[in-house]
């Protein structure tokens, strides 16, 4: 058989190696292109809401949608990160003036270790508060000579993180702007049946925006009470605790456990009772009720996946993947299941989801150039 000049089979070969060497071009801003396309999946709607209010400027829309975006996403953050440094900046000033209860602390463990742990501790120079923090410092000024070192490396990666920002961004724009027109062609371009097509693309987008916006609020939700509950008991730096907590909570069912249990350790130990007891009640009754009913409302009914499979997903896709896994982990994860439902005729043509109508009828209008 041949295809306009061409043997089917060679064909084939040529648009195999073309399009493995466009993804090996684009290999560098794979993260760029999931976040643009993730975000154009969760902003949709409100630039389709734009475009209605001011008269169908579909290019005008897709602009103030991104400039929506920056002031809730990123403008947002980038105050959290000062305000991190500016913790950090304090905690480490406390910690070289010895402002801090750490001897008090370090006294009291050893207090109560076994022997054997605490010859262990003396035979490593480790039995007394003043020498940790000597060893803490001689560690902290390694590890500034070696920043100083890779100065053009952290250059370098800074670079290329605002390059890969304004891509994002760029192709952000066009994705809220053509983005029905794009996916239509693709879908065009699948030879597989359109409810098969339509039912793998709409589970795609499901669990991406359930995915994001559930996490992202859970994170929110643990992080400012995490840093609250660390307020009020009075432990130094909450706005740092805070975030490593919302950033922890990524990670389901552990979370922010690995930040508060020994922080509530660090309170009995300094007979801090009712500090250690406010932190492992707030902890295990508020912020679990957060996780507990959030989560599965936010993330598990839209994907439609149990808790543990959304569990270890996350954690194997943040293995492989590093930060986009917590995203990329369930969405492959429903893809699976969602393949395995079709080939095995669970779902089929009669119950498969559908795109929405009016994003298919958009598709059909070929972009403004």
Not at 280 to 298: A, C, H
Request: proline share 4%; with cysteine.
């Amino acid at each position: 058989m041949r295809v306009n000049g061409l043997t089917k089979g060679f064909f084939i070969l040529i648009v195999l190696i073309v399009t493995l060497a466009f993804f090996d071009v684009l290999s560098p801003y794979y993260s760029a292109i999931l976040w643009a396309a993730i975000l154009a999946v969760i902003f949709h709607p409100v630039k389709n809401k734009l475009r209605d209010r001011i008269g169908e400027r579909n290019g005008l829309a897709a602009f103030l949608t991104i400039v929506i975006i920056c002031l809730i996403v990123f403008t947002p953050l980038a105050i959290i990160l000062s305000s991190l440094a500016f913790e950090l900046n304090v905690v480490y000033t406390k910690l070289q003036h010895n402002d801090t209860q750490f001897p008090t602390v370090v006294a009291s463990l050893f207090a109560h270790l076994p022997e054997w742990a605490r010859s262990f501790l003396s035979e490593h120079n480790l039995d007394s508060a003043e020498q940790i923090q000597r060893q803490l410092s001689d560690v902290a000024l390694k590890g500034g000579q070696y920043l100083a070192g890779s100065a053009f490396l952290i250059g370098k990666g800074t670079f290329g993180f605002t390059i890969s920002f304004g891509i994002m961004l760029y192709l952000l724009f066009f994705l809220l702007k053509d983005g029905p027109y794009l996916v239509r062609l693709i879908l065009e371009s699948l030879p597989l049946s359109n409810h098969v097509k339509q039912h793998l693309f709409a589970k795609f987008a499901a669990v991406a925006r359930a995915t994001v916006k559930g996490t992202v609020a859970v994170a929110l939700a643990q992080g400012a009470l995490g840093g609250l509950a660390f307020w009020i008991v009075g432990i130094d730096g909450s706005i740092l605790w805070g975030a490593l907590m919302a950033f922890l909570s990524l990670i389901p069912a552990v979370g922010s456990a690995i930040i508060w249990v020994p922080a509530a350790i660090y309170l009995f130990a300094t007979g801090q009772l009712w500090q250690g007891a406010f932190i492992v009640g707030f902890f295990v009754i508020i912020v679990g009720l957060v996780d507990n009913i959030l989560r599965p409302l936010l993330v598990g009914k839209d994907t439609k996946m149990p808790d543990y499979l959304i569990l270890i997903s996350t954690l194997g896709g943040m293995e492989l993947y590093g930060i986009n896994g917590f995203v990329i982990g369930p969405l492959i994860a429903a893809l699976f299941i969602a393949c395995w439902n079709l080939f095995s005729g669970r779902d089929h043509e009669g119950n498969a989801e559908e795109l929405d109508a009016d994003f298919i009828e958009e598709g059909k209008n070929p972009p403004d150039l």
